[in-house]
């Protein structure tokens, strides 16, 4: 069971907007950065949001992340076929001392 | 190009032994923070292990502390995990990643390589 929860599935149509959750406490998310990776099928991780809320060079403006108390989001708006994969949270975890990442969301685009 | 290339993966018996490799290019790798995260196929990513720039601090995982041992050689570039009395639950693949600061506290893992894959069974 992974210290940060998130939902197992997700599901949207292209265009559409839709939203992951990742619930954690205050010795992770309450108290770090969080950030989000997409796994495309049979692929690595790859960084998509850091520090929140914060896109590297090259990762599309569709995607946006959100910090409040102890949950995250990741928001995708206008989906499109292409995003469709696993995304997971991850965060620094000050009681464990070490990093925490989420279950992990797959998402479906229909 | 920036990129991590591991190594190493087989099938090996539980109680055996493995050492996986994690080669870099492309950025400072003596300058860098190293993890290894693992997942098992069809489930999440798991944190591992971590190692500083200069291989003085190092940390583990409960699940194999006492078993793993992660080093690196910043003359040629490379981070490794040698891993051993391995168990079925070990199988995985292995993922090396670099931890980069981005200020105020914040860390992400901001290169991957492309995993190796580890399978302990008899």
């Known amino acids: 069971q992974s210290v940060l929860t998130q939902p197992p599935s997700a599901s949207g149509t292209p265009g559409q907007r839709v939203t992951i959750s990742c619930s954690g406490s205050t010795s992770n998310i309450g108290s770090n950065a969080v950030s989000w990776y997409q796994q495309l099928p049979e692929t690595a991780p790859k960084l998509l949001i850091y520090t929140n809320s914060q896109r590297p060079s090259g990762v599309p403006d569709r995607f946006s992340g959100s910090k409040s108390g102890t949950s995250a989001s990741l928001a995708i708006s206008g989906l499109q076929s292409e995003d469709e994969a696993a995304y997971y949270c991850a965060a620094w975890d000050d009681s464990l001392n070490d990093w925490v990442f989420g279950g992990g969301t797959k998402l479906t685009v229909l | 190009e920036v990129q991590l290339v591991e190594s190493g993966g087989a099938l090996v018996q539980p109680g055996g032994s493995l050492r996986l490799s994690c080669a870099a290019s492309?950025?400072?790798?003596?300058?860098?923070?190293m993890h290894w995260v693992r997942q098992v196929p069809g489930k999440g990513l798991v944190w591992v292990s971590r190692i500083t720039s200069d291989g003085t601090r190092i940390s583990y995982a409960d699940s194999v502390k006492g078993r793993f041992t992660i080093s690196r050689d910043n003359a040629k570039n490379t981070l490794y995990l040698q891993m051993n009395s391995l168990r079925v639950e070990d199988t995985a693949v292995y993922y090396c990643?670099?931890?980069?600061?981005f200020g105020s506290g914040s860390y992400a893992f901001d290169i991957w390589g492309q995993g190796t894959m580890v399978t302990v069974s008899s």
């Open positions: 990643a670099r931890w980069k600061y």
């Open positions: 492309g950025f400072t790798f003596s300058s860098s923070w």
